[in-house]
C-alpha cells in the first residue's frame, strides 16, 4: 500500500494524462478562438477572455480534479471507474466550452450609435434569414455593415419588429447596407476630418502605435470608425476606397481624448 509522498507522486502520474488531454484541448481551443475571434476580434471582443476562462476552468475539472480524487491505494475495478468518471467530466466541460465560444463569436460588425458592435448569430435568429447573406453587403470575415438609421415612413414598421418579434434594427434586412453608402461613417467628410484631427495631434498614442508598423504613415491616408467590443475599444483603419486595412486598440488612457469614443 502506498504511503506519504509515494500516493502523491502515483496522483500526479495519473494526472498526467489529463493534464496532456488538457494541454491538446487549451491549444486547440486557442486556435479555434482566434479563428472565429479574428482580428481585433480576439483582444476587444471576447476570443482571448473566453480562452482564458474555458481553458481555466478545465483545467480545475481535469488534472487538478484528478489531484484531489484519484486514490492509488484502490482496487483496480475502483480505479478504472474513478479515472472514466473524471475523464467523463473533463470531456464534458470541453464540449461546454467549445459550444460557449462557438455561441459567443461575432458574425457580422455592424454600425450604429457612432461606433461599430460586433453581434452573434443569435442577434439574427428572430429575423428567420441566413447570416450568410451579409456577406453580399461586405467582403470581410466577418462583413463590416452599416445600419442605417430608419426613414421617417419606416420608424413604424421598425418599432413593430423590435417590440413584436424581438427583432433589433441591425437585424432587419432593409436597414443594413455597405460601409459604402453614401451616409455611412465612412463617407461623412465632417466625421473623418474629426478624426483625422484627432489621431494628428501631438501625443496621439493611437497614432504613434500604428506608426510603429507603418512608419511613413499619415491621417489623411485613410478612413476610420470605432468599434466597441465587450472588453475593450478600438479604432478600425480602412483605406480611401472603404477596403479595412488594420486597427489599433484603444487603451484606456486615452479614452477620455476623443468625445466620440466615450459611452
Known amino acids: ?31 479555434l478562438s482566434y479563428v472565429l475571434f479574428p482580428s481585433f476580434h480576439f483582444m476587444a471582443d471576447g476570443g482571448w ?27 483496480r475495478r475502483l480505479l478504472v471507474m474513478d479515472m472514466t468518471i473524471l475523464i467523463s467530466i473533463q470531456f464534458t ?12 463569436h461575432p458574425v457580422a460588425d455592424n454600425y450604429g450609435y457612432g461606433f461599430f458592435q460586433s453581434a452573434t448569430a443569435s442577434s439574427y435568429r428572430a429575423a428567420g434569414w441566413d447570416v450568410r447573406r451579409l456577406s453580399t ?29 424581438g427583432i433589433p434594427a441591425s ?28 489621431l494628428g495631434s501631438s501625443g496621439n498614442m493611437v497614432w504613434l502605435d500604428w506608426l510603429k508598423q507603418h512608419p511613413e504613415d499619415r491621417p489623411e491616408n485613410h478612413k476610420y470608425a470605432f468599434f466597441m467590443g465587450r472588453y475593450h475599444r478600438a479604432l478600425l483603419i480602412f483605406s480611401l476606397t472603404d477596403k479595412f486595412q488594420g486597427y489599433e486598440l484603444i487603451r484606456r488612457d486615452v479614452y477620455s481624448g476623443y468625445e466620440g469614443i466615450k459611452k
Open 49 to 75: 477572455q473566453g480562452w482564458r476562462i474555458v481553458a481555466a476552468v478545465d483545467f480545475v475539472m481535469g488534472p487538478l480534479l484528478f489531484v484531489v480524487v484519484y486514490a492509488p491505494n484502490k482496487a
Open 137 to 165: 453587403l461586405s467582403p470581410e470575415h466577418p462583413p463590416i455593415i452599416y445600419v442605417r438609421v430608419p426613414k421617417p415612413q419606416e420608424i413604424k414598421h421598425t418599432l413593430a419588429l423590435i417590440l413584436q418579434q
Open 93 to 104: 466541460v470541453m464540449g461546454w466550452g467549445l459550444y460557449k465560444v462557438f455561441q459567443q
Open 171 to 198: 437585424a432587419q434586412w432593409n436597414l443594413l447596407e455597405s460601409i459604402q453608402a453614401q451616409d455611412s461613417p465612412l463617407q461623412n467628410i465632417k466625421n473623418q476630418m474629426s478624426l483625422r484631427h484627432w
Open 1 to 31: 500500500m502506498l504511503q506519504g509522498k509515494d500516493i502523491f507522486w502515483a496522483k500526479l502520474k495519473a494526472a498526467r494524462y489529463s493534464f496532456l488531454l488538457w494541454l491538446v484541448f487549451a491549444l486547440g481551443t486557442g486556435v
